[in-house]
């Protein structure tokens, strides 16, 4: 990719690298593919710079596994036994967060979401990751499980040095006001359109 | 994500599982991020599943390593040690392919550009692979480095199970003519836009 010149330079009293150093709260949201997939792209590269990640999938049914799940997980487990790259958490929604439920035991996908969204705000507060991927995190902030005003004031007052990455469709207003990049992937084709169902290895 | 439904069965004397099989050409294009960080996340996906990767990178100075490439060939050393995943090759212009120059040697951009279609080609036709990374391929193309009917021609008819992706703005209709899934990445928001340049561990 060329190296980016910015247009214009701000009069916020900042220097180059301090600017540089901000933390960045990003959205990707739009109907077409890769929303998730670059979020966990951002992740790999986050890694290898010995970041520490934690990812937080509010996703309605995410019992299956997908790839970027494994390989991250197996990056933090590389981390562990070598000091490669950085700590990886990975937690889901779908069958219980893994700090809050037993196995089997299930609450519905609201109070799931919102129990989701009350650790996020605890581990910023903690300061406990560089990079935050909250992957879907459009769809509870959309149907009212979460308080938006309070997503978007948290995330924007999050102290110290942490990345924010939001993904999926429809991104709220006040979340866009406040990120500092929002990129929209739009559907310009796809096989789906001509009866071809999701595939192993590219779909998950 | 959510469990995509085709919107139409189409009339192609296939069924439902041997059309899930077809292989796919993606293209990643526009202005916006995340064009390459999610062909890499397909490739992360893929190593997972095992598949066979071969990235070529066709930027102009690909001297710098991106984060992607330290982690995709460590995985793929992984896999030659543990037998996890799948094999990695990782081929990038600007000091010479790896397959062709000595170090030091240089060629015009136009020539290397010219070079690596001709390998991807060759690879293409061996069936080297199971997923081709084309990133930043669309740039020799609209340049007239190498020729966009043989490309086009070559990626429609390429034998046997092999995917690939091209990554880069302004992709040539033809492309997109002959791809199964188009995603643009279209910049809503920035943070250069505010004066703030690119950062390790986000950018590279």
Redesign the interface.
């Known amino acids: 990719?060329p190296?980016?010149?910015?247009?214009?330079?701000?009069d916020?009293g900042l220097t180059?690298a301090q600017?540089?150093?901000?933390p960045?709260l990003m959205?990707?949201?739009?109907d077409?593919?890769?929303?998730?997939?670059?979020a966990?792209?951002?992740a790999?590269?986050?890694?290898?710079?010995g970041?520490d990640i934690g990812v937080f999938q509010f996703?309605k049914s995410a019992k299956w596994r997908?790839?970027?799940q494994?390989?991250l997980e197996?990056?933090g487990e590389?981390h562990r036994e070598t000091g490669?790259?950085g700590p990886v958490e990975w937690h889901k929604m779908g069958a219980g967060w893994s700090w809050s439920r037993k196995a089997g035991e299930e609450a519905d996908h609201a109070t799931e979401a919102a129990e989701g969204w009350a650790e996020v705000k605890r581990r910023l507060a903690a300061e406990a990751h560089d990079?935050y991927v909250l992957d879907?995190f459009t769809y509870p902030m959309a149907w009212g499980w979460v308080d938006v005003d309070d997503v978007v004031e948290t995330l924007a007052h999050r102290p110290g040095r942490q990345?924010v990455v939001v993904t999926g469709r429809r991104a709220d207003p006040r979340l866009?006001d406040v990120?500092?990049?929002?990129?929209?992937?739009?559907?310009?084709?796809?096989?789906?359109?001509?009866?071809?169902?999701?595939?192993?290895?590219?779909?998950?």
């Not at 959205?27 to 739009?30: A, E, L, S």
Request: hydrophobic letters at 35%; a positive charge.
């Open positions: 990719m190296q980016g010149q910015p247009v214009a330079v701000p916020d180059t600017r540089r150093q901000l960045l959205v990707h949201t739009g077409g593919k890769g929303k998730s997939t670059a966990f792209g951002l790999i590269r986050a890694w290898n710079q970041w996703v997908i790839g970027e494994t390989v197996r990056l590389l490669e790259g990079l879907e990345y866009v990120a500092d990049l929002v990129t929209e992937m739009t559907k310009v084709k796809h096989q789906m359109d001509r009866g071809q169902k999701g595939q192993r290895g590219i779909e998950w």
